[in-house]
C-alpha cells in the first residue's frame, strides 16, 4: 500500500501561509506555495487542519472586564474538581498524586533560587524554570488538599523572586516570560491566602520585571514578540498567564490590558509554524518548548468566561497543523526512544514535555483516535515512577486520561512525513520517517531530512538521518553544541561561526561531502547555507530526498568551478525489513571526490575493505558497500578542539570515492550478513514507478 505520494501539479498547488514576519513590523509577507500531499501520514488517520489562506491574526481584543474569580489562570475550580476525582477513581492518577506529595514534601526544604545569572548564556532561565515547577507543584497540592505548608513555600518563593531578583533578565526575555508565567500561577492559585502586603509585594514585583518590561517589547517592536519561533510562544504565553492574574488588581490592571492586547494578538504568528503538517521546524526539542507554550495560551482562554477569549481560545486550537503536532513528536521517536534529534535537538526522547501529550489530547479539534494515541504516549513515557520535576506531575494530572492503549499506536502509519513553511521552506517535504511496526523494540527505524540553512536551531545537514535497529541507535546525530560558544548564533554575516562548528557542519552530520570537506578540514560547511532541500518522494518502505541546491555553492580551500547538477539520496528498506539500501546518485562533474559519512556512538568497527561489521553492547550492524567496486570502509575519530564540547564515544564510519567513480554509491546495511550477490537496486528515477528493487 502506498502511504504517501508527493507531487506537484499546476492544478494542485495552492497557496499556503508563509508567515514569515519581518522583525519590527506588523505586516504579514505574501503567501508562498507548497507541495501537496496525496495522503497525509503524519495524523494516521486523523483529519487535519489544513493551511489554507487564513489570516492567523484576531483583531485586539481588549482585556475582559474580570469578573471572575481566582483561580482563573489556566484552571478553574470545576477543573480541579475533575482531577480530585480522577485521583480517588483510577489509580495510575493515584500514582502520580503520590509522587506529587513525596515531591512537594522535598521541596519544602529545597533552597530558595539564586537570583545570579548562571550559564553559558548568563541567564535566569534555569531559575526562572524551577520557580514554575515549585509554583505548579506546591500550588496544585495545596488547590488538591488544603495543606498550608504547600502554599506558605510556594509563596516564599514568589516574595523572594520579587524582591531579591534585581530584574527578571529582560535581554533575555525567555527569563522574563517564564518568570512571569511562575508568578501568576502561584498567585492566582494561592490569592484567598495572601495577606494584603504579600499581593502588593507580588504585584509590584510582576509589574515591573514582567508586565512593564513586555510592554517595553511590544512598544520597541522586538523581535520575539512577532516571531514565528518558540520565543514567540514562550515570551507572549508567558505574558498572557501574568496579563490574565494580575488583570483586576488596581496597580496592575492597565498594564495586564496592554499585555493581554498584545500577546493574545501576536501568538497566532507563532502558531503558524506547526502548519500545515504539525511537524516544527525548529527540531524535537523545541517542538516540546514551543507546544508547551502554545497550550499554555489555549487553556488560559479556555478557562475564561469572557466570549472573546473563548473564540481566541478556539481559533488557537484550529490552527493549522496543531491538532496533529503530537504525532510528529511520536513519529520522531524511535524504537530506541531517542528522537530524530536534527539541529540543536536533545535526543533524550519525550521525558521533559511527556505530560503535553495529555494537554494535546484535550484539545478541542484534536479528533478521538489521535486522543486516545496521545494519551497513551503519556502515561507510557511517564511509566510507573514518574519523575516529578519540570511541573512533569502536576501538569499530569491537570490534563490526565486513562484512554488509549497499544491498539491505538499500532494503528498509526509506519512511514511518515511533515512538510514546514517558513524560512524559506514554502510547503517542501523537510522530514521522513519509515519503521517496521510499532511493537517491536528490535524493529528498524530509519529518519531522514532535506535542509534549509537559514531555519532557526537548524544545521548544513541535508541528507542526515538516524538509525535504529535490534534495540540500538547506529546512526547517531550529534545534536547541539554549547550554546555560549562564540557566533553559534550567528548565521550569515561576515563573522558568523555557526557553521564553522562541527557539530552544525556538513561533516558533522550523517550525509555527504565534497573535494574534502571532511573531519579533517574544520572551519567552514560543505552545503550552501542559504539553499534549501526537499524530499521528493516517500512510500511505505523508500524515500527519496533531492539534495541537489544544497551543494549548488561550495566554500572552503577546495571549491569546484561549477555547482552540482544532480545529487540525490534515496533510503529503501527490503519488504521483508532484513536491509536497508542507501543509495546516492551524483553528478557533480567539478568535484573531485565525495566522502559518505555515518556517525556511531560506542561501538567497535572491523573491516575486510568494502564489508565492515560494527559491534554495540553485543549486537552486530553489517555493511556492505555494493557500489563503486573497489570502495573501502574505513573508521574516524573526531577529536573537536575546546571549547566545542567533546565527542567521546563518537567515530565515523566513512567511504571515500574519488571522481571517476562516484556517479552512484550503494551501501547495505543489516544486522545480518550481506550475501556478496546482493542485487543492486534500480536508479532513483525509476523508484516512483516501479519501486528501489528490480525483482519485486
Sequence with gaps: MIIVSLFTSSSDQQAAPFLARRRNEKKILQPGTMHRLALLLVCGGASIVHADLVDPLPPRFPAPEFQQSHPRVR???????????????????????????????????????????????????????????????????????????????????????????????????????????????????LYSLLSDEEKDTIESGTLSKGLEAGITAYKDGTWFTTDVYNWNLVCNGGLLAGAIAFSDAPKTQAAAA?????????????????????????????????????????????????????????????????????????????PTHHTFNWGDSDGEGLDEFVHDFFHLAALPTVNPAAARQYAYTARTALGPSPSCGLEVCAMSLLAYSPEGGPDDIAQLPKSSAVRFTDSGWDGKTAVAVMRQGWTDSNEPFVAFKAGNGQANHNDDDAGDFVLDW?????AVDLGADSYGLKGYWDKFTAHGQRYSYYR???????????????????????????????????????????????????????????????????????????????????????????TWGMHVKDATFSSDGSAATLLQKGVALHACILEPAGAQFSWRSPQL???????????????????????????????????????????????????PFPSL
Aim: proline residues 6%; charged residues 15%; contains cysteine.
Design 75 to 189: 484552571v478553574t475550580d470545576t477543573q480541579l474538581n475533575k482531577v480530585k476525582q480522577w485521583i480517588a477513581t483510577d489509580p495510575t492518577a493515584k500514582l502520580y498524586y503520590e509522587r506529587l506529595i513525596a515531591y512537594g514534601d522535598s521541596l519544602l526544604t529545597t533552597p530558595l533560587i539564586n537570583c545570579t545569572r548562571s550559564g553559558v548564556e548568563d541567564s535566569l532561565l534555569s531559575q526562572a524554570r524551577a520557580t514554575l515547577d515549585r509554583t505548579y507543584s506546591l500550588g496544585l497540592l495545596y488547590r488538591l488538599n488544603g495543606n498550608e505548608s504547600y502554599a506558605r513555600r510556594a509563596i516564599e518563593e514568589m516574595l523572594h523572586v520579587c524582591t531579591a531578583c534585581t530584574d527578571w533578565n529582560p535581554s533575555h526575555f525567555l527569563d522574563t516570560a517564564e518568570m512571569t508565567h511562575a508568578v501568576a500561577i502561584g498567585y492566582d492559585w
Design 258 to 334: 496592554s499585555v493581554f492586547r498584545n500577546a493574545t494578538h501576536d501568538i497566532p504568528i507563532g502558531l503558524t509554524s506547526f502548519g500545515p503538517d504539525g511537524g516544527w521546524p525548529e527540531g524535537t526539542t523545541y517542538w516540546g518548548y514551543a507546544t508547551k507554550y502554545a497550550l499554555l495560551a489555549v487553556e488560559l482562554m479556555q478557562a475564561l468566561e469572557d466570549p472573546n477569549a473563548q473564540q481566541l481560545a478556539a481559533q488557537y486550537a484550529a490552527a493549522p497543523g496543531f491538532n496533529a503536532t503530537g504525532l510528529f513528536q511520536i513519529q520522531s521517536t524511535g
Design 470 to 474: 535490534m534495540g540500538q541507535r547506529w
Design 504 to 594: 552544525k557542519t556538513t561533516c558533522g552530520s550523517n550525509t555527504l561531502t565534497f573535494n574534502n570537506h571532511n573531519d579533517s578540514s574544520p572551519g567552514w560547511s560543505a552545503q550552501d547555507d542559504d539553499s534549501v532541500t526537499e524530499i521528493s518522494l516517500l512510500q511505505d518502505t523508500y524515500g527519496v530526498v533531492d539534495l541537489t541546491a544544497a551543494y549548488s555553492k561550495q566554500g572552503g580551500p577546495n571549491p569546484p568551478a561549477q555547482p552540482a547538477k544532480r545529487v540525490e539520496r534515496g533510503f529503501a528498506f527490503t519488504p521483508t525489513f532484513d536491509q536497508l539500501f542507501l543509495v546516492d546518485e551524483i553528478e557533480f562533474d567539478a568535484a573531485d571526490n565525495v
Design 641 to 691: 578542539a575546546p571549547p566545542q564540547n567533546s565527542m567521546a564515544g563518537v567515530n565515523k564510519l566513512v567511504v571515500e570515492v574519488g571522481s571517476s567513480r562516484m556517479s552512484r554509491i550503494v551501501i547495505v546495511l543489516s544486522p545480518s550478513a550481506i550475501p556478496t550477490d546482493t542485487p543492486l537496486p534500480n536508479t532513483l528515477s525509476a523508484w516512483p514507478t516501479s519501486g
